[in-house]
C-alpha cells in the first residue's frame, strides 16, 4: 500500500522542548516537502528538498530543522526557538518539483 | 514572490446547485495550478490540475478554468452532494518551483 505516512497524529509537548515529527513515503519520490497550517490559513512552506542530503529554506524556516538522509524519509524538528509551534504539520511529496505533490495524513503539534 | 489570493471564503449551497471558488495570482511565469480538497482533521487530496498550456480541464463533476490573461483560475462543482463539504485550497507553483497556497474556501452543501 504506497503513501506517505506521518507519525504521531497528535503531539503533545511543553515549551522549550524540541520535538520531532516522522514523515515517510515508499512512493519513490525524489522531493518532500514540509508545510504548517494554522486556521484560516492556507499552507504555509517550511522546507523542502528535491534530494537526498539536500534541502532549502521555505517561506517561514526560523525555528525549525530538517535532514534527508534517505529518500523516503524527512523529519522535522521543532525547536524551542519557534515562537508559535503549536500547529498541524502536513509533510508532501512529489516524483520530481515539477510534478504533483501528495500529502500525508498531517501531525496536529501542541505545546503548551 | 507569488502572491494567491482565494474566494470566497466561506460558500454554502444547496445539494444539487454548483460551486464556484475563484483564485487569482500574480507571478506571471506560474504554470501549474492545483486544487486541493480538506476534509477535518485530514491532509489536503488532489482533485484537480491544470498546466498553463490548457484553458480548461474536466473531471466528472469538477472543472477548472484558468485566464492566463487575467491570471485567475477556478474551481467549478456541478451537482453537489454533501460529501463535497470540506475546505478546498487552490495553489499556483511560483518561477521557483514551489507552491504558493491561497487560504481555503470552506464549502457546506446542505440536504
Known amino acids: 500500500d504506497g503513501g506517505i505516512t506521518q507519525s504521531p497524529k497528535y503531539l503533545f509537548r511543553k515549551e522549550g522542548q524540541n520535538v520531532t515529527l516522522s514523515c515517510e513515503q515508499n512512493?519513490?519520490?525524489?522531493?518532500m516537502y514540509w508545510y504548517r497550517q494554522d486556521p484560516g490559513q492556507g499552507l504555509r512552506l517550511i522546507y523542502y528538498s528535491q534530494i537526498v542530503n539536500d534541502f532549502q529554506k521555505g517561506d517561514i524556516a526560523e525555528g525549525y530543522s530538517v535532514s534527508r538522509e534517505k529518500k523516503e524519509s524527512f523529519p522535522l524538528t521543532v525547536t524551542s526557538a519557534q515562537k508559535n509551534p503549536t500547529a498541524f504539520y502536513l509533510c508532501?511529496?512529489?516524483?520530481?518539483?515539477?510534478?504533483?505533490?501528495?500529502f500525508g495524513p498531517g501531525t496536529r503539534l501542541t505545546v503548551t | 514572490g507569488e502572491n494567491v489570493e482565494q474566494h470566497p471564503s466561506t460558500l454554502s449551497v444547496q445539494e444539487g446547485d454548483s460551486a464556484v471558488i475563484k483564485c487569482t495570482y500574480s507571478d506571471s511565469a506560474s504554470n501549474y495550478f492545483p486544487w486541493y480538497k480538506q476534509e477535518l482533521g485530514k491532509g489536503p487530496q488532489l482533485i484537480i490540475d491544470?498546466?498553463?498550456?490548457?484553458g480548461e480541464k474536466k473531471d466528472q463533476r469538477i472543472a477548472v478554468t484558468l485566464n492566463k490573461t487575467a491570471k485567475h483560475f477556478s474551481l467549478h462543482i456541478t451537482e453537489t452532494q454533501p460529501e463535497d463539504s470540506a475546505v478546498y485550497f487552490c495553489a499556483a507553483r511560483d518561477s521557483w518551483g514551489k507552491l504558493q497556497f491561497g487560504a481555503g474556501t470552506q464549502v457546506v452543501v446542505t440536504p
Open positions: 508532501a511529496s512529489s516524483r520530481d518539483r515539477g510534478s504533483e505533490q501528495y
Open positions: 512512493l519513490n519520490h525524489d522531493a
Open positions: 491544470i498546466r498553463s498550456n490548457v
